[in-house]
């Protein structure tokens, strides 16, 4: 998965869902407009009040304001066994990001 979006979720997007993200490389995306928009996160991944179950991806070189490689936005997640590496952001969680959420890395 390598794309950009405006405002959030650069590679893969998830709105209350349940998915499996499972054995995907997710690298190079990132978001184009995000000064002051509060979902502007999660360049690699990003959940919104959902409940997905992250395992075993590559998550790298993505950028957002947000949680660069994955930003879990409310709801509840699990994330095990990725590897997050080189993500970049303008505020909070390069690599991981959680908000308001339960989640178990």
């Known amino acids: 998965v390598r794309n950009v979006a405006t405002n959030t979720g650069g590679g893969i997007y998830l709105a209350t869902s349940a ?11 990132g978001l184009t407009n ?3 928009f509060v979902l502007a996160g999660g360049g690699g991944i990003v959940s919104s009040n959902g409940a997905p179950q992250i395992r075993g991806n590559q998550i ?7 949680g660069g ?17 080189g993500n970049h952001v303008m505020s909070l969680g390069a690599g ?6 339960s989640v178990v890395i």
């Open 19 to 29: 998915a499996l993200v499972i054995s995907n490389r997710i690298a190079g995306n």
């Open 34 to 36: 995000y000064q002051d």
């Open 60 to 66: 790298v070189d993505n950028h957002a304001q947000y």
């Open 69 to 85: 490689g994955i930003r879990i936005w409310e709801g509840t997640a699990q994330i095990t066994g990725n590897t997050v590496v």
């Open 96 to 101: 991981v990001e959680v908000a308001r959420a």
